[in-house]
């Protein structure tokens, strides 16, 4: 392998709950994991049907064009389906990004602290990732368009970010993109998006018009609930999700993904229940975390992150009362810990495995 496939280090995910069960010899619904960031109230009625109604097509190959979810989407946001490309999990769109426009003599932009696919996704096609060093934990936009240098060809910026959750105002992007070369091309993942307070929201889509080099990507694994099912999506110029198109699996997002997304899409109600759940459960949780001295940073998605200082030492005591949350040290905070917001009372399992923790 190239020394730049040697260099990577490996992805880590947050402890599967059967492992977990195994080790303690309870069984796994006796686990409470928040460390993924996934939807506590799982799959909506409407996706489960979906799912249901697409396994008898399964034996043959999907649609590698999603036509009907690319239609969907187009109705739902108002964009020409040739303005979207289709992820296995929006993952999978930034590695499209990667494969597309970087490579070996090329660099791409990245915060400290953003999410750890980026770096990932540069490093793999041999290309040198710009970190940038963050501001309260969250990205510095002038530092970062200080440092594009004449070879950066992608800048990334998570809003909200993980994992410490922070949030960029649409001013602050719009400002951004006015600076940015125009052979730059921002990619704004908004994975966590659906989760904004509606008076923060902006409407990142309508820059799409103005900035031939934006791409938005979500994705519906989180507030949609279909984690387990990669779909993911970016929007951008028809010429950037062409070359992405190029290089992408020819039927990289499964038949049984595509029919989950495209009702999950329509489920409105499904989509306003996990916006409370969310913002009761971040209460609850913050909450707890401010009576028991604990520093955290405010979040805008659906997790946050902690001050747990001897991370290590907490995080195995609530491992060993069966609650699973995300150490961050690979992500260069290793005294803070990242919980995802689950429904009440796997909340309420957290605080109390926290407070005895704590003792
Ligand atoms: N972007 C951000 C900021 C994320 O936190 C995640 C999930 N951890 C993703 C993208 C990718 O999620 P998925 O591939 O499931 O869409």
Redesign the pocket.
Known sequence: APDYIRAISPYQPGKPTSELAREMGIPEAGIVKLA??ENPLGMGARAREAVVAALSGSARYPDGNGFALKSALSRRFHVDPERIVL????????ELVARAFLGPGRSAVFSRY??A?YPLAVNAVGARGIEVAAKAYGHDLKAMAAAIVPDTRVVFI?N????TGTFLSGEDIEAFLAQVPADVLVVL?E??TEYLDPARRYDSLAWLAHYPNLLV??????AYGL?GL???YGIAHPDVADLMNRVRQPFNVSSVALAAAEAALGDEEFLAQTARINERGMMQITDALRRLGLEWIPSA?NFVTFKAGDSARINAALLRQGVIVRPIGSYGMPEWLRVSIGLPEENARFIAALEQALD
Do not use: C, E, I, Q
Request: hydrophobic fraction near 30%; charged fraction near 15%; aromatic fraction near 10%.
């Open positions: 993924s960031n992820g296995n999990g929006s993952n999978d769109v930034l953003a999410f696919v998570a909200p970010n993980n994992p993942d994975a966590y990507s979500r994705t519906f694994s989180k984690a990669r779909v993911g998605g």
